[in-house]
């Protein structure tokens, strides 16, 4: 299984204090057992940019902000995706098209990316994404 992590799992993971920081570091843990057979791991440039700033101003501690962007970026299983021109344009769509689903931008983009990609299953705590077809863990 080829696996999307998004904002809300990267940052549960790194927040003590998220509410679901707990079930985070247990789903990141089972990552490659099999309980979660994943394959590989993506995320995107603009999950990343939102992560690492959310992580920022939740726990208001920069070293945890780049503890996050670290391991991220220095992951040999993550694949970072980028946004390029045709993903925006498409998420841009994405987010004009489901007015009633309350996805942000870059949850747009996220779908634009996985759908280009063949990525079904996404690593998330917001619902939103069952309603675009992505397939919620935990």
């Not at 992590?5 to 990552?31: G, P």
């Amino acid at each position: 299984m080829r696996l999307f992590l998004d904002t809300s799992a990267l940052v549960a993971r790194h927040n003590k204090q998220d509410v679901h920081h707990d079930e985070a570091v247990s789903t990141f843990n089972e990552i490659g057992t099999k309980r979660l057979e994943v394959s590989k791991l993506y995320c995107s440039d603009f999950v990343f940019d939102e992560s690492v700033t959310a992580c920022r101003m939740r726990t208001k501690r920069h070293d945890l902000a780049v503890e996050l962007g670290e391991a991220v970026l220095t992951s040999k299983s993550i694949i970072v995706l980028q946004v390029d021109a045709e993903t925006l344009k498409e998420a841009w769509e994405i987010f004009k098209r489901h007015k009633a689903i309350p996805l942000s931008f870059t949850d747009c983009t996220t779908v634009a990316l996985a759908r280009k990609n063949g990525i079904f299953n996404i690593f998330t705590f917001d619902e939103e994404f069952d309603a675009v077809g992505l397939h919620r863990i935990p």
